[in-house]
Each structure stands twice: as structure tokens, then as C-alpha cells.
């Protein structure tokens, strides 16, 4: 029999409900569509299982899904990133969470949690729900609606499950929404960078910054770095995206070279080992280790623990490396995250888009209901224009719309003289 939730403190809960209540001020997409769906309680009777960081945006999402009707169970998308004050505030609101920061040995019994409850919906990130539905609880896939992938690797896993033939339910590629990718990994992540080296405080004018990888969570961090007055080397494997960082204006090079010059670097490629032995060798004395991807395979902690003679825990999810030569090197988060571990996540502003997407994709689901085929799909375009209507409403920004001369013009071929 599954427990009806399993937190670190309940007591905890008062400061969570402030901490909910400050993100719904800053999320207006999400709270309009909370409106509509107290209203029209699209998901009336349904359960819906989601493994997410749980963070103060998320509780705005999973309020937004119980107004609309759906019995909401929750789990921890990543050990570090649960924030206690909320998952206290959810259980008092009276949601099924399984979630605590610091949970490593139980990640996957609160993962099982959550499929116990029978959902017809999964809402994942990083896919760890969705295929632990697959491989050890399949009974239950038979029932399940569909599911939902909030970030680039579990849509990625979700793929490969695809072309082998294993992936028995549809998915829809939340991540892949232009309302998720555009502002979530591109400008959520960037500030990313800027949250992740506030543990630190240090300066980024002058300094040397090393981002892996140039998709669109790269992108984000480039340009902050840049904003700040770093130089940014990129690292790439694919020469599409290396040569559009060179045209960016960065340089780009090889790790084995970057790390030589790196005073900082941060890592977003969804690939293990990128920064490993070789790399920590080369690198300078008092150099600055991130990771943004999704799981903490980029920078090799084990390889970081072998080489060094001492280790340090000098601030919140900050580790100092020392070397036998002496030298120092500085990882941010255990090698998980930054972003989230460190500081809790991107903005509240950012995470309205990506929110309202996941809340309007559930809707689809149930309004596509058995007319889906078990792969992955993509989010309508219509739900993204929907979305960037209303935010940019809430934004007070009004844009031009075509006459119907014009909308006639662009619907023909008619050309000038
Ligand atoms: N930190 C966050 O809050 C956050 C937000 C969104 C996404 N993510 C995660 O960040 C990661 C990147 O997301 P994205 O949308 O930018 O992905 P993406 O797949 O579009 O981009 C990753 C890039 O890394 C490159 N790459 C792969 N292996 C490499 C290697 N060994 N060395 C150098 N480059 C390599 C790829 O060629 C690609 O261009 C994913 O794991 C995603 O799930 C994190």
C-alpha cells in the first residue's frame, strides 16, 4: 500500500504556500488558463502522475491541472532539485508527493509511487517516469491516456524508444514546442548561468568561459556570458551548430584546447563525459565547473574524486577539488543541474510559457483521446499561438495584424510589377 505522500517536513508548508503564491503572481499565461479551466474542468476524473523538479512553478502547474479537474500525484525529477517548502505546501493542499532534496536511494521507489496510483496522463522530465512505466509497471500502459516530455533528453530517449518499437503510448514532445524551446532552454537556462555562479559571486568581465554544446540551452548561456563581458569558447561535435557558433562571433575549439584557457565552464550537450581526467589536467588552478544538462553525465564527478587529494564542501553545492600540485578546481551542484540546484530553477516568468504549454497539451490529450498513435508527436501550433497571444497580453504589448488585402496577398502568388 502506497503512503499518501513522503516529504521531508510538513511544517515547511507555510513558507512553500508563500513561495507558490509569489511564482502565480509572475506566471498571468498559466493563472488565465487556471481560470478557464475552473470554468470547463477539462480534465474532469483523471489522474495524472508527473515527475518534475518540484519547485514553486510547479505547484502553480499542479494547482492549475486539480482546478481543471485532475487528481494530481507528484515525484521528484532530479534528487537535488526539490525545494521542501513546497512539496509541504502541496501535501497540505492535499496532493500525493513523493519528494525530498537529497533523495538519491529512493528516487525510483518515489518514481513506482506515482505509477501505483493508476494515472491516465504522465507528465515527465527527463523521461525517467514514462520508462519506468514501460519496464516495470506495464499493466498499467494500457490505461495511460498519453504522456508528456518537458525537456530535450527525455524527448531524445523517448525517440530512441520510438525507433525500437518499445514506446506504447503516444507522447507529446512538450520540449520541442516553440513556446518551451525558444524561451525555457534558450533564456531560461542562460540566466541560468548567471543563478548557477552566484554561489560563487564571481566576476565574468575578462574571464574565460567554456560553454559545450551550442543548442538552445548553449545559446542562452553564450549570450549571457557575452552580455557580462566574457569571452566564450564553444565546444561542438555537430558542424551545423559549431558553424553557427562561429558565425555567432564565438571561437570555437576542442575541449582538450578550451579547458586550457577556461575559467568557467558549463556544460549543456544531454552527452556523457564531456569534461573528464584529460580535461581536469589541463585545466588552470581556481577553474569553475557547471553542468545544465539534464543528467549528471557530462562532467565526471568519479574522475574528478580519483585525481584529487582533498575535497571541500566551501558553500551550498559548491565543492573545492584539490589537486596534490595544489591546484583547485570548483564544481557547482555535484555535477547535477546548476541551475536548479543552486537557485531553484528558472524564472517564474519563463516557466509561465513552459507550464502553459504542459497544461494545454493535457488537454489535447483528452480531447485526441485514442486517436493518437503510440510515438512521439508534437505540440499543435495552435497552442503556441495561443500562449504567445496571452503572454504577450499580459505584457501590455499589442503587435499588427494583416488587412484582408494583405491575407488575401500572402494566400496567393500575386506578385508586383
Ligand atoms: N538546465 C536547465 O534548466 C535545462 C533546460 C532545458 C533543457 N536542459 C537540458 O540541457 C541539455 C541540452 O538541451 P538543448 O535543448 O540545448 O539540446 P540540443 O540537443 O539541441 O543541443 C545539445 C548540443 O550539444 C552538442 N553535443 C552533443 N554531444 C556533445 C559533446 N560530446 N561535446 C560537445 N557538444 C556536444 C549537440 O551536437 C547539440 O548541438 C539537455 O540535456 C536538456 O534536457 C536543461
Request: proline residues 3%; charged residues 25%; hydrophobic residues 40%.
Amino acid at each position: 500500500m502506497t503512503s499518501k505522500y513522503q516529504i521531508k517536513d510538513i511544517d515547511l508548508a507555510p513558507q512553500g504556500e508563500n513561495s507558490i503564491y509569489l511564482a502565480e503572481s509572475r506566471m498571468p499565461t498559466l493563472v488565465r488558463i487556471k481560470q478557464r479551466f475552473a470554468q470547463e474542468k477539462p480534465l474532469q476524473g483523471l489522474t495524472i502522475g508527473a515527475c518534475l523538479h518540484v519547485t514553486r512553478e510547479t505547484g502553480v502547474l499542479v494547482q492549475t491541472l486539480k482546478v481543471g479537474g485532475a487528481k494530481v500525484v507528484l515525484c521528484g525529477s532530479n534528487p537535488l532539485s526539490t525545494q521542501d517548502d513546497v512539496a509541504a505546501a502541496l501535501v497540505k493542499e492535499g496532493f500525493n508527493v513523493y519528494a525530498w532534496s537529497g533523495n538519491d536511494s529512493e528516487y525510483y521507489t518515489c518514481i513506482m509511487s506515482v505509477l501505483d496510483h493508476d494515472p491516465d496522463i504522465l507528465i515527465d522530465d527527463g523521461a525517467d517516469l514514462i520508462v519506468i512505466a514501460h519496464k516495470e509497471k506495464k499493466s498499467i500502459l494500457e490505461k495511460i491516456i498519453g504522456g508528456q516530455e518537458e525537456t530535450t533528453t527525455g524527448v531524445n530517449r523517448l525517440r530512441v524508444m520510438q525507433e525500437q518499437n518499445a514506446l506504447k503510448i503516444p507522447v507529446i514532445a512538450v520540449n520541442d514546442a516553440s513556446m518551451k524551446t525558444m524561451f525555457d532552454n534558450r533564456y531560461g537556462t542562460g540566466q541560468g548561468v548567471v543563478s548557477a555562479i552566484k554561489a560563487l559571486n564571481i566576476l565574468f568581465a575578462g574571464k574565460t568561459v567554456v560553454v559545450a554544446g551550442y543548442g538552445p540551452c548553449s545559446w542562452g548561456m553564450a549570450t549571457r556570458a557575452r552580455g557580462l563581458g566574457a569571452n566564450v569558447i564553444v565546444t561542438e561535435v555537430n558542424p551545423v551548430r559549431a558553424l553557427e557558433a562561429v558565425m555567432d562571433g564565438y571561437r570555437v575549439l576542442p575541449m582538450e584546447k578550451a579547458v586550457i584557457e577556461a575559467d568557467m565552464v558549463f556544460t549543456s550537450t544531454g552527452c556523457k563525459d564531456v569534461v573528464v581526467g584529460k580535461h581536469f589536467e589541463k585545466m588552470k588552478d581556481g577553474t569553475i565547473l557547471a553542468n545544465l544538462g539534464h543528467f549528471n553525465i557530462e562532467i565526471s564527478v568519479k574522475d574528478l574524486e580519483e585525481m584529487s587529494s582533498k575535497t571541500k564542501r566551501i558553500g551550498e553545492y559548491v565543492d573545492e577539488y584539490t589537486f596534490s600540485n595544489g591546484k583547485r578546481l570548483y564544481l557547482l551542484g555535484e555535477g547535477r543541474l546548476a541551475n536548479l540546484v543552486v537557485l531553484g530553477g528558472h524564472p517564474s516568468e519563463i516557466m509561465d510559457l513552459s507550464f502553459s504549454v504542459q497544461a494545454l497539451t493535457a488537454e489535447y490529450l483528452i480531447k485526441t483521446r485514442d486517436k493518437l498513435e503510440p510515438k512521439v508527436h508534437t505540440v499543435p501550433d495552435k497552442i503556441n499561438e495561443e500562449i504567445a497571444k496571452v503572454k504577450l497580453e499580459t505584457m501590455n504589448i499589442t503587435i499588427d495584424s494583416l488587412t484582408e488585402e494583405q491575407e488575401a496577398y500572402v494566400k496567393s502568388f500575386e506578385i508586383g510589377t
